[in-house]
């Protein structure tokens, strides 16, 4: 029900709620959801079942805050909220006498008892003697009757923007799109319903700046005033408060004001600024509880997710600044905010080359599906630097061999901390190969949510004990190049992502890749997660959960340098023939892994971010390149791996045409 309705010559000295017709429609209210109850075709046997045995229903009402507005009460006043008080008692009264009359003239819900339904502290028990009595001699046709709930639309389509639920309005105006039928949208500037009629009622022209109430200055409100710029203005009256001019203990006090009259629950967020103390979010919500209420919602925006709704940016003081929106066109996420170019160099562009060797450390894990070994190299010098891992071993995992080799790429950037950050998403992976491993040093069991996560602890340990991670703090170059440490979260709305279907008959592998995509302050797409779904080595899992991390460098030639590496990742027997992207020619590839890189790479080429090589089409000169520059003419792309050549030896023999082809010395064999 919208409360407006009921307000009698607002904005006056006679305004006046009427109860009279209010508590009419909450007979009509409680009739109609009655009846929708039996109506309605239940999905379920059980949930028709349920509604029946207990027929709850939620009487509600929209549009508090503008009510009170129109009857001159401020809703922080304590007189606001004894007027709230008595419009949700008149509410419960008529609803309940509603449904007693229901329970005479068709029965009581099945599961009533009088004794139990009005003993002990249910809601029922505090209801006037009167209406007890009549719900002993008659019983009641619904369990559960009153609720307020969220309306906002509503509250916008059909009670003309009023405020919603028992909340206060957000803003006297903001902006709000609509969808045209071709697909385009149409900003609109909605004002709020109280707002709109006393401009309309007092004659304020459109072009009027309105200011909040200021007892201090001489006149009435709506009286027109030019300031010393020459803009004309007039006050709001006292009662004008909305959302963001109270404080967040203003905000509560209405809920316990109107609480005691509603048996099922209240929907009320309470709104906090962005640096709103934790002491005092711990008082709010002690405050909430020592005042018996069910819950409260607290809202505090913020610069990673930004604010639900945005006020109009042409009503001054009232902007909040949202750091992630999305676009109506293809719901795609823009981010307003990026980190300022950050140069971060590798302490080796490619694995060094170390003629005498390196020590490293071997672990060798034993695992329901087969044993494998980890090795962790490094040198030392002026400290230890861990620069490569990798596993070895005939049953060890598929695809954990792409994850070492990525790794390996971070260990040898000069940022530790980045390191750390990979391990730890690493160390959280789950998948349907946990077991139990003893960790070093003293080889107690532990738990291992999947082998992923085995790999990233016992790389982790090894890290710790080399005293990688410790010392002096250290500039983070690749960390402060993020544009975002973590996943964003795209919302109710949803976000557009590019997806393919990728099958390797040789493997057995046939799943979805997906990449989640936004738009980077200079209007460049940019994809920044990647996940798959379907049947493929869990290992890719954290293949995806790092190279995710790598997405969101703002050079693309860090996921540039870390693709190009996979190009030429191998697996025994896992060679498969598949459509070169963007070509209709077909390319024999040497995994599922370097096929997955090719995509990928493809995508960013799509977009215009690297080329078909996997190189920057611009050079943001985040990420420093080697000092010895390779001329980009002179690259040549690496010789695809594959079988072994019986000619030359080279494992190079790769499927051309249905016929064995070695790529390195033209031998033939076989025809398929």
């Given at each position: ?47 028709r079942a349920e509604a029946m045995a207990k027929r709850r229903i939620g009487v509600g009402f929209t549009g508090l805050g503008d009510a009170l507005i129109m009857l001159g009460l401020r809703y922080t006043n304590k007189e606001a ?561 594959g079988k072994i050549c019986r000619e030359c030896g080279n494992a190079s023999l790769i499927r051309k045409d249905g016929c064995d082809f070695c790529v390195s010395c033209g031998a033939l064999g076989l025809c398929g």
């Amino acid at each position: 029900m919208d409360l407006t309705r009921f307000v009698r010559d607002p904005f006056t000295p006679a305004a006046r709620f009427d109860f009279d017709a209010y508590a009419k429609v909450c007979d009509i209210a409680v009739r109609m959801l009655d009846n929708v109850l039996d109506v309605t075709v239940w999905p379920l046997e059980e949930q028709r079942a349920e509604a029946m045995a207990k027929r709850r229903i939620g009487v509600g009402f929209t549009g508090l805050g503008d009510a009170l507005i129109m009857l001159g009460l401020r809703y922080t006043n304590k007189e606001a909220r004894v007027m709230a008080s008595r419009i949700a008692e008149a509410k419960r009264d008529a609803c309940y006498l509603a449904s007693i009359a229901l329970a005479k003239e068709k029965g009581s819900f099945p599961l009533f008892n009088a004794d139990g339904y009005l003993a002990g502290c249910n809601f029922a028990s505090r209801l006037p003697d009167p209406i007890k009595e009549l719900i002993r001699e008659y019983g009641i046709r619904n369990s559960h009757l009153l609720s307020i709930a969220p309306t906002g639309t509503i509250s916008l389509a059909f009670c003309d923007n009023v405020s919603n639920g028992i909340e206060p309005a957000f803003s006297w105006s903001y902006a709000r799109k609509k969808r045209n039928a071709d697909n385009s949208t149409t900003e609109y500037r909605v004002e709020d319903h109280a707002f709109r009629l006393w401009k309309h009622l007092n004659g304020i022209p459109a072009d009027i700046e309105l200011v909040p109430f200021d007892p201090s200055r001489n006149g009435r409100p709506g009286d027109i005033w030019v300031d010393g710029s020459g803009e004309k203005k007039a006050m709001l009256p006292e009662a004008f408060v909305n959302a963001l001019e109270m404080s967040a203990t203003e905000h509560l006090e209405m809920v316990a004001a109107v609480a005691p009259y509603i048996d099922t629950a209240i929907s009320k967020t309470v709104n906090v600024p962005e640096d709103y103390p934790f002491g005092d979010f711990e008082d709010l919500y002690l405050n909430a509880w020592r005042r018996g209420l069910k819950g409260i919602t607290t809202y505090r925006p913020n610069k990673v997710t930004g604010a639900v709704l945005v006020a109009d940016k042409s009503a001054k003081g009232n902007e909040t600044p949202s750091d992630l929106v999305t676009l109506d066109a293809d719901r795609r996420l823009v981010l307003n905010g990026a980190p300022t170019p950050v140069l971060g160099s590798l302490r080796w562009p490619g694995r060094p080359s170390l003629i005498n060797g390196n020590p490293g450390w071997t672990d060798v894990v034993s695992h329901p599906q087969g044993d494998f070994a980890i090795f962790t190299g490094f040198v030392a010098n002026g400290g230890n630097h861990v620069f490569e891992c990798w596993v070895n071993g005939a049953e060890q995992p598929r695809a954990l061999g792409a994850v070492a080799k990525t790794l390996s790429m971070d260990m040898r950037a000069n940022d530790r901390d980045w390191l750390r950050m990979k391990l730890d998403a690493l160390a959280k992976i789950r998948g349907e190969d946990a077991f139990d491993m003893p960790m070093p040093p003293t080889g107690q069991v532990v738990r291992m949510p999947s082998l992923v996560a085995a790999f990233g602890r016992l790389i982790r340990y090894r890290c710790e004990e080399l005293g990688v991670f410790g010392g002096e703090s250290r500039p983070t170059p690749v960390i402060d190049s993020l544009f975002a440490r973590h996943d964003i979260r795209t919302g109710v709305d949803g976000t557009m992502s590019w997806t393919l279907d990728i099958v390797n008959p040789q493997t057995d592998d046939d799943f979805t890749m997906g990449l989640k995509e936004l738009v980077l302050p200079d209007g460049t797409r940019r994809p920044y997660s990647m996940w798959l779904a379907g049947e493929y080595p869990r290992a890719l899992d954290g293949l995806c959960k790092i190279l995710s991390l790598d997405m969101r460098v703002m050079d693309p030639a860090w996921i540039g340098m870390k693709l190009r590496k996979l190009l030429n990742f191998g697996e025994p027997r896992g060679d498969f023939l598949a459509k070169v992207p963007g070509s209709p020619k077909q390319e024999n590839f040497p995994s599922t892994i370097a096929y997955i890189a090719r995509l990928v790479i493809h995508r960013y080429a799509m977009l215009g971010v690297l080329s078909e090589e996997g190189y920057p089409v611009t050079d943001m000169g985040i990420l420093q390149q080697p000092s010895v520059a390779v001329p980009r003419a002179s690259i040549d792309v690496a010789k695809m791996a594959g079988k072994i050549c019986r000619e030359c030896g080279n494992a190079s023999l790769i499927r051309k045409d249905g016929c064995d082809f070695c790529v390195s010395c033209g031998a033939l064999g076989l025809c398929g």
